[in-house]
């Protein structure tokens, strides 16, 4: 089975702080995509990856930026971390569109 | 962009009985899939149906794509399938992202 890591289950951080989420994933997938989650909105996409190094907006990107280095590894960054940014972040690996495997998220808490 | 709709929002079933979630979306998709969110948090992949119909074991789903729906069966329910089912649909006219509904919240209640 695809299995998709995320590195903290949960995360608090302070107004301001750069914030780095690590996801990997272990089936050799093109496409790796950054969600959050809020009661209410559902899924929101931040920012997809089709290969190493490439990268597209989502729908939600301001105050975001994501790396692909490796094909393996997809990272989200709060380059200055504010309030409205707790949610809870999902990350998700595909071969195409088939088979979409979630991480188990991290809940982070900007304080 | 395309809205994609799910009903009911909530849902309260006695353990043993059946239901129908429904997923109804905007525009023309070339892909559809169904997941499960677990009480703790994990998002599993439940079905990819674009169209057609198909069953693992007490869940089934169809989609008829040129009516624009889709519908989630869960038969003889159990305490286990409570969660969130989310439908997610990806458009014919970007096919690059999926688009997710906000969510059927299911409890079933011994």
């Known amino acids: 089975d695809v299995k998709v890591t995320q590195s903290s289950r949960y995360l608090v951080k302070r107004t301001g702080e750069k914030v780095f989420l690590e996801c990997v994933q272990d089936?050799?997938?093109?496409?790796m995509f950054w969600y959050r989650q809020d009661p209410g909105l559902g899924l929101r996409l931040i920012y997809f990856?089709?290969?190493?190094?490439?990268?597209e907006k989502g729908d939600i990107p301001e105050g975001y930026s994501v790396s692909r280095e490796k094909k393996e590894r997809f990272s989200l960054i709060l380059e200055s971390a504010s309030t409205n940014q707790t949610s809870m972040y999902l990350c998700?690996?595909?071969?195409?569109?088939?088979?979409?495997?979630f991480g188990s998220g991290t809940r982070l808490t900007v304080v | 962009g395309i809205q994609v709709e799910q009903s009911p929002p909530d849902l309260i079933l006695q353990e043993g009985a059946n239901s129908t979630l429904r997923c109804n979306f905007s525009?023309?998709?070339?892909?559809l899939q169904w997941f499960h969110q677990n009480p703790w948090g994990q998002l599993i992949n439940l079905f990819y149906i674009p169209s057609g119909t198909k069953q693992n074991g007490r869940l089934s789903a169809t989609t008829v794509a040129t009516e624009r729906y889709s519908l989630l069966y869960i038969s003889s329910s159990q305490t286990t399938d409570s969660g969130v089912y989310f439908c997610?649909?990806?458009?014919?006219?970007?096919?690059?992202?999926?688009?997710f509904g906000t969510g059927t919240s299911l409890t079933v209640i011994p």
């Open positions: 525009d023309s998709v070339n892909n």
């Open positions: 998700a690996s595909s071969y195409r569109f088939y088979g979409y495997t």
């Open positions: 990856s089709y290969d190493v190094k490439m990268k």
């Open positions: 089936m050799d997938h093109e496409n």
């Open positions: 997610a649909v990806v458009p014919s006219n970007t096919g690059n992202q999926f688009y």
